[in-house]
């Protein structure tokens, strides 16, 4: 770095760890493909480069409604909400979007933050799909909205006119900028409803239990549109875990492996491809939406472990009860909730 700071003299007037960043991400891009043997690094032309990093400040460079970087002064911004008291800013991350500039910052304070842990209180199962968001196992049914084919018409006439533009014009780079900003509308609007639906099922309940998946096997299906526009895994793995965590509610994962194969009541397999909608049990007679039904596995399998007040311990979650209880606190609510009342959204 400094042979070429004297080669090129205007890397001077940029901070010297924000310059190792950029070294540090070509060392880590070509260690990740000896690692998995394929996948060369891709080379970032003009434009790619959105975001740099300083890595560590001697004081709080937030001062008021202003932020100060080294290099290149103070700056306005619009504060998202105020540093906590004992929080110190380690890194602060400054991002090109094309709505504007962001500053991620980093915060670090020496607390330790304890998990929830399971209590004693009202459980549900969630199944998610495309062709419902969201099935609870109290009945409840979520519709799978689509923010992306909402909007797809008028990205897809954008794309149309970007076609034809002169590559490096002006008039170009405004309409990459309108394209963008469409997009980060789509991701704004996906974001913003899966908030307020994990809120929702907090409140609905003191325990929830998921499947452990790894969405992006399924978002490279025949289905995979549909999938990253849902935002599956972004759901599962991200917004739900963190109002869980806000709210104090216990997010458990279980095992995905035949959840939609098996009958909730009695235990049976029930064999039933993707087309099969119906879960319909040949050994007790139980019929109910298959999504439904997946999510009452679900629900069971995340109660089955249970550590009971007998010191009796299965694999599963922590429960004050005994297996006894469980399984009358299990049939009672079947029965309070027989008939199914199904919400549609």
Known sequence: ?????????????????????????????????????????????FGQYRSFLFPQFKTNPVRGNKIKLPKIGEMPIVLHRPIPDGFVVKTVRVIKKHSGWYATLCLQIDVSVPEVPPVIGHAIGIDVGLEYFLST???????????????QRKLKLLQRRLKRKQKGSNNRAKLIKKIGRVHEQIAAYRLDWQFKQAHKLCRLAS?????????????????????????????????????????????GKVDPNGTSQECPDCGAIVKKDLRVRVHECHECGSVKPRDIASSEVIKARGLSGIENVCGVEVAGIWETISSQLAEKQKSSEATLRSPRLIAQR
């Not at 109290?138 to 799978?144: A, I, S």
């Open 207 to 251: 325990n929830i239990f998921i499947e452990d998946i790894d969405f992006r096997i399924m978002a490279k299906g025949f289905l995979g549109k549909h999938t990253l526009d849902a935002g599956l895994g972004q759901f599962l793995n991200q917004v739900l875990p963190w109002v869980c965590f806000k709210t104090g509610t216990y997010l």
């Open 137 to 151: 196992s109290d009945g409840l049914q979520v519709e799978r909205p689509r923010f992306f084919a909402k909007l």
């Open 1 to 45: 770095m400094t042979v070429a700071k004297k080669k090129f003299p205007h890397l001077r007037d940029v901070q010297s760890q924000v310059l190792q960043e950029p070294i540090r991400r070509v060392e880590a891009a070509f260690a990740a493909r000896k690692e998995r043997g394929f996948g060369f690094p891709r080379f970032k032309k």
